[in-house]
């Protein structure tokens, strides 16, 4: 199996611990052929990063560009989007998504809600959920909603850990994420997708990536624990984006 890229990593400009370059020298140093840096979403409370950023770190990728792509390694900007709203609305809009190559979306605590009831569900019934079993599957049909209609907004190209953080129904998730050719995320540095989740997403069809989610520029490429849950849940290897055989 041969990694061509990594879709999936942060830096200083959320709370990663490298800059993009070091990253980027990560990649290259592990022969990927792109890397994706996706830092978290203007809206989240603690690290998300600042709008006024966006325009910086396009202008530090696209120097980075000029120096790795005669080299093979390609840079793309994206964002880790959150769900702000349970009508779909997330934290990264038109102004921002002109500048991005790659746009993913998952559920994160932390996220500013953009209402006081957006923050109810998103906070109380998701906590309620965990403990009390009886809530748990209106809370999931919440989550799932909410996560199909940003499918319908915006031009997502991947959704995050589902299942990780909120419960979210897997096999609704990847029907709709099939329809609209959206990759469902087996992260590595999250226990999700889980095999299980996997088994249940592949017969809706999908496509998957699977990627570091990594938080220093080590663990940049670092795939192992997603390979080893595909494996396992017998994905066979044209269903996954970022890898070829
Ligand atoms: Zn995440
Ligand atoms: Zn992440």
Do not use: W
Not at 28 to 48: N, Q, R, S
Not at 101 to 110: K, S
Request: proline share 3%.
């Amino acid at each position: 199996m041969n990694i061509i890229g990594d879709y999936h990593t942060h830096t200083i400009y959320s709370h990663g611990k490298g800059t993009i370059r070091d990253n980027v020298e990560e990649a290259f140093k592990k022969g990927l052929k792109e890397i994706a840096i996706c830092d978290h979403g203007p809206g989240h409370f603690t690290y998300g990063i600042k709008r006024e950023d966006i325009k910086k770190m396009r202008k530090e990728i696209d120097e980075l560009n000029k120096e790795f792509q005669p080299k093979g390694l390609k840079i793309l900007l994206g964002v880790e989007a959150n769900i702000i709203r349970y009508d779909g609305t997330i934290d990264v809009d038109d102004e921002i998504i002109e500048f991005l190559d790659i746009l993913l979306l998952g559920y994160h605590f932390g996220a500013l809600p953009g209402t006081f009831k957006d923050g109810y569900k998103l906070y109380i019934l998701n906590f309620l959920s965990k403990v009390i079993p009886k809530v748990r599957k209106n809370v999931m049909e919440m989550n799932t909603l909410a996560l199909i209609k940003a499918m319908d907004r915006y031009p997502i190209d991947i959704i995050t850990h589902p299942g990780s953080k909120v419960y979210v129904d897997i096999r609704r998730l990847a029907r709709k994420a099939k329809e609209k050719d959206i990759a469902l995320e087996i992260n590595s540095s999250h226990s999700h997708l889980t095999v299980e989740e996997i088994e249940l997403a592949l017969e809706e069809d999908v496509y998957f990536y699977i990627n570091s989610d990594a938080h220093s520029p080590e663990n940049v490429g670092n795939l192992e624990n997603g390979i080893e849950r595909a494996l396992k849940g017998k994905v066979p290897v044209d269903r996954i984006k970022n890898i070829v055989e």
